[in-house]
């Protein structure tokens, strides 16, 4: 089982940024990647962006060049800068593992980014 601390989120105007960060309860190594979705009110849970154990990211096309996946490997922890932040963006961001042993996937408790006038 792997435990998964998000934090960051709130309540923000357009054009704004936030960060997210997501804390592993296990080493990052042992994951096979991480990453976020985000789900808003009465839509599918959607990928957002994600990053491998061997350092390669990969973004949904309607963030692409405002938001940007980074990982601390000492921290056991996975950011999500976002910025130029619109009201579309405004959801529930959950933070996710692949554990590497298993293929077993984990989920955290949400955060959620609003972003409104």
């Known amino acids: 089982q792997v435990q998964l601390m998000e934090s960051g989120g709130g309540v923000v105007q357009p054009g704004g940024s936030l960060r997210l960060s997501c804390v592993a309860s296990d080493s990052i190594f042992s994951l096979r990647s991480m990453g976020w979705y985000r789900q808003a009110p009465g839509k599918q849970r959607d990928l957002v962006a994600s990053i491998t154990s061997g350092g390669t990211t990969n973004y949904a096309d309607y963030v692409k060049g405002r938001f940007t996946i980074s990982r601390d490997n000492a921290k056991k922890t996975v950011y999500l800068q976002m910025t130029s932040l619109n009201v579309e963006d405004t959801a529930v961001y959950y933070c996710?593992?692949?554990?590497?042993?298993?293929?077993?996937?984990?989920w955290g408790q949400g955060t959620q980014v609003t972003v409104s006038s």
């Open positions: 996710y593992v692949v554990r590497l042993v298993d293929g077993g996937t984990y």
